[in-house]
């Protein structure tokens, strides 16, 4: 099977990507780009709700549009490193956060 045939991979649509996908746009700019709501890609970049399966497909569509990831390189996993850096941020803060608490402790 040629590359050109390769089945196109899926993007898991993170807070993180969504937020490089906006670069210096506003809410209400990305919105107006996607069909959708400014409070809403403001609640998918703070976790607090994901895109819909519509949406997350016109994501893709304005990343295919902009040629964003396009030099992107998968890890081994297939995971996009993007994913990795935000997993290894969130678990730095919460080590230092355990340390902190643990430090406390033994203070008292």
């Known amino acids: 099977m040629s590359v050109a045939t390769l089945p196109k991979k ?9 937020k490089r996908l906006r ?8 919105a107006e780009l996607l069909g959708a709501n400014a409070e809403d890609i403001e609640l998918w970049e703070n976790e607090q709700a994901e895109p819909t399966i ?22 081994g996993s297939g995971v996009l490193r993007a994913d990795l850096e935000e997993v290894l941020s969130k678990h730095r803060k919460e080590v230092s956060q355990l340390l902190d608490h643990r430090a406390s402790k033994l203070q008292e």
């Open 10 to 18: 899926e993007i898991r649509w993170t807070p993180s990507l969504i």
């Open 23 to 30: 670069q210096e746009r506003t809410f209400a700019e990305l």
């Open 54 to 75: 519509e949406e997350m497909a016109r994501l893709s569509e304005l990343a295919d549009k902009e040629g964003f990831l396009r030099d992107w390189k998968l890890a």
